[in-house]
């Protein structure tokens, strides 16, 4: 099966970057990597969704959690599990994308 043409522009340019190869040696390694990756899809001109606050917390079971409150009080929470396999990403990779959930989803990201 060929290569999606859109996603040979999205490989050549990770690689025109120097983004290529993804896994980069041991597990600190290529963690410091995938964060710089994540954090530079968010561009120059990138402005956080705003919120009320954001705060840094702990599970009762003590995984370090965000949580943040909407400008709009929703009446209901969203839990956003990012999929880092507890090997790649951290808080900060995935806020862009819990920040920006759509108003439509009536929630809080948590």
Do not use: C, N
Not at 36 to 59: C, F, N, T
């Amino acid at each position: 099966m060929p290569l999606d043409p859109q996603f040979r522009v999205v490989l050549d340019t990770f690689e025109a970057k120097g983004l290529i190869p993804l896994i980069r040696g041991d597990a600190v390694t290529t963690r410091a990597h995938y964060r710089r990756l994540a954090l530079s899809r968010r561009g120059a001109d990138y402005v956080p969704e705003q919120v009320a606050s954001a705060a840094d917390q702990h599970s009762p079971g003590g995984v370090p959690v965000r949580v943040y409150e909407p400008l709009q009080p929703r009446g209901s929470t969203l839990i956003y599990l990012h999929g880092g396999g507890w090997v790649l990403g951290d808080v900060e990779t995935p806020a862009w994308s819990t920040r920006r959930t759509p108003p439509s989803r009536r929630s809080s990201p948590a």
